[in-house]
């Protein structure tokens, strides 16, 4: 009950954000939020499984483009968003079969399988538009009712991944979740217990594609703009930085690392010429210094008062 009203007392800050009236806080904010789905889609891999995905990005950007390309297309929103998330959960499916390793060769099986995506991004300018991308998104909209400006669009960014949020706390906590995290603890026991430990990790895998795809659709909309940068390498790695830096295994934390990600890309990069370096020695003294990243910190402030 305490965290529902942690996330309430959250989203009702982040809805005063559009009254400052300055279009780029909204944008940013939006970001954070998009972003910060995203790191939960690989911190549920991480969390649950204990498996690192490099490939997220890819169900990220396959989401961003097949609905920028059936709302440019004409397609209705109700029936572009599904498909896009279709589309990234059937993508999930493919690579879920990554499961069957373990530790480094997972990562580098997905990591084959997000390259593999962007290749197919960069080179199919016929379906994706190359380096040109898809541009001139149109705003969602259902019946002919949708937002028509950033600060409207902020308020439907809010409510979905607030949704989404929700949906992650539930599975996290349901009998699945807690079979995910025996799985991580100790595979050959819950083997010998009777359970499919393979099947329930391929399962994991298709939710945090469909967590990336949602993500990736709100990208397209939010940005109204797509191009194959959406499913690069470095898009992965940052979507699991986040998760790590912000506290990995906490529902608050991946949004926490996203603001401090987008923060220092959006706002430092433009007073330090250096600011990847600065990026580089946050998450380093956060390793180190902040093992449980920055949810941690509030529990050693804790501790460490009289």
Do not use: H
């Amino acid at each position: 009950m305490g965290r529902l009203i942690l996330l309430a007392a959250i989203a009702l800050a982040l809805a005063t954000v559009p009254m400052l009236g300055n279009p780029f806080w909204v944008g940013l904010t939006m970001q954070v939020l998009v972003f910060g789905l995203l790191a939960v889609s690989v911190d549920f891999m991480i969390r649950q499984v204990g498996l690192f995905p490099l490939c997220n990005g890819a169900f990220f950007a396959v989401a961003a483009y097949t609905v920028a390309m059936l709302e440019t297309g004409g397609w209705p929103t109700v029936a572009a968003v599904p498909a896009a998330i279709a589309a990234a959960a059937l993508m999930g499916m493919a690579f879920g079969i990554s499961v069957r390793t373990g530790g480094v060769y997972f990562i580098l099986i997905t990591l084959a399988f997000g390259q593999m995506a962007l290749s197919v991004a960069t080179s199919w300018t016929a379906l994706t538009g190359g380096d040109n991308g898809i541009t001139n998104i149109p705003y969602p909209a259902v019946a002919g009712v949708g937002p028509t400006d950033l600060s409207q669009m902020f308020f439907v960014v809010l409510a979905l991944v607030g949704l989404m949020v929700l949906v992650y706390a539930r599975i996290i906590t349901s009998q699945f979740g807690l079979t995910l995290n025996g799985i991580r603890d100790a595979e050959t026991r819950m083997v010998a217990l009777g359970y499919r430990t393979v099947t329930r990790k391929y399962v994991a895998f298709v939710i945090s594609s469909v967590f990336a795809g949602v993500a990736g659709v709100l990208y397209a909309y939010t940005n109204q703009f797509v191009s194959p940068a959406a499913a690069s390498l470095l898009v992965s790695v940052e979507a699991g930085l986040m998760a790590i830096l912000g506290g990995s295994g906490t529902v608050i934390g991946p949004f926490l690392g996203a603001t401090v990600i987008m923060g220092i890309r959006n706002i430092v990069s433009a007073m330090v010429p250096g600011w990847p370096i600065l990026m580089g020695l946050v998450f380093i003294a956060v390793v180190l210094f902040l093992p449980r990243g920055l949810v941690g910190l509030t529990g050693r402030i804790k501790r460490a008062r009289p």
